[in-house]
């Protein structure tokens, strides 16, 4: 998610006259970092946090920037709804 943060912002320096780059880096840059935290630590509850606090950052933005109808979400299914990620049972 850096990376493509990194890329608007280089890719879109202003949007009708609002900063991309400044609006990135206060919106994003905290809960992105309490992301990878909470990655590194195996933590499941402070990535539940963080990425909660990511979405609702991302959509204050994008409310503030003037296109309230993109709406990020949590998502509440499995990208690979055919798969189980967990441990084998020994």
Known sequence: MTETFDDV???VPKHDN??????IASTVKQPIAALGA????????????????LTA?????????????IVIKVPTVSDFPDQ???????
Do not use: T, W
Request: hydrophobic residues 40%; positive net charge; proline residues 9%.
């Open 18 to 23: 609002l900063p991309i780059p400044e609006m």
């Open 57 to 69: 950052s991302c959509n204050a933005c994008h409310k503030s920037a003037g296109h309230p109808m």
């Open 9 to 11: 912002a280089e890719l």
């Open 84 to 90: 189980d990620f967990r441990p084998l049972q020994k």
């Open 38 to 53: 909470a990655i590194k630590a195996r933590d499941f509850v402070a990535f539940s946090k963080a990425y909660a606090e």
